[in-house]
């Protein structure tokens, strides 16, 4: 295989994530972002100057040119990124942009992907466009009822976009809340668990989903993934990577996808949201899955061949590592109790700082069964540090 350079629109813990499966595989890797030394960027010394990271913001026209200029592919690690100049430069790329400039602009519009979802056939929940008026929401709650979720359609990560309106006299605070931001509103699903699918895709449309998992959040943020997902119908999992994979087949472009999902009591699921990249709820499949997410997104956008994306082990999980302070020694001191705990790994990301609300790493356990992954889960829960409110 020739030796081919890869270039990554952000450089945070996910491309930082990449970059490990990239050396193994010695494929050079070059990051734009506006951090100099950003997490990504901390474990990747360029080869030669013309390899160099790019400092500068992922939605810089100047800043994509330069970088593509260095690189055989161009991929992403967030998706808020200028699909316009991804769209211009990908002519003159050798081997592409992946994903598809066009489906990270129908994913970076909530809105745009939802109608691109349903025009598909696949299961979402009801959602209307509205302006930003208090008339607009309110007429759009009589419409799907409280609660109404209302949602930025752009920009939005870690639950910061939505705001959950309760009663009618909470358009104003919705407006406030979300004030200068594209809005749209989505029917409250009452779901009994939220799940996500990984799903890579090759460069001639294959798709290969991973196993089904169970994500919890905490204040909108993931907080726990347990792989595989847990269900009394079988069937379910089945069903939920076969909505994922369809998912992703509607979509143009390689690479790996994670895609959020609801699922309600009676066994039904609808998609919630995708994200064009590797995803917080795949992490565990660098220690628990024959090849990680990360690894295949960097085969599948080289159309090298996709690796097994099984489990290699009985049970999984993650539990993300989030600032409860701005105090980074309680993340150090948690991940050096963590490394005490058998069939635990520790990631930590290289942030300089540490501020409440902060993915500052995360650490993945498995275990042989169940009862030996929630009993090591559970220790690492009793020493995880605390809100200070
Ligand atoms: P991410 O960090 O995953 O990108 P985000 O900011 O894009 O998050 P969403 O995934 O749209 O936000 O929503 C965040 C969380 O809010 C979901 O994980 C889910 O718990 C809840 N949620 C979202 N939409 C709905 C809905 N229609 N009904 C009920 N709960 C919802
Ligand atoms: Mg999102
Ligand atoms: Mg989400």
Redesign the pocket.
Known sequence: MAHKTVGVLGGGQLGRMLAAPAALLDIDICFLDVGEHSPAKQVVAPKSADKAHVNGAFSDPAKIRELASRVDVLTIEIEHVNADVLEKVEPAMPLGVHPAPSTIRIIQD?FIQKKHLRQNGLPV?SFLPVESSKEALEDAATKLGYPL?V?SRTL???????FVMRTASQAFEALTVLKNRPLYC??????VA?IAVMVVRSTTGEVRSYPAVE?I?KD???HLVFAPLRHRDPAVADRARGIAEAAVKSFEGAGIFGV?M?LLENGSIYL??I?PRPH?SGHYTIEACETSQFENHLRAILSLPLGSTALKVPAAAMLNLIGASNDLEEIKSFATYAMSVPGVSVHLYGKGECRKGRKMGHTTIVADSDAELRARVRLLLEHLPGPRD
Not at 156 to 162: E, P
Request: aromatic residues 14%.
């Open positions: 909530k929940s979720m949602k939005a990560y870690d639950g910061r976009g939505n989505e029917k409250w699903v009452p779901f939220e994500t959040h909108n943020i993931c959020e609801f919630n949201e994200a917080n």
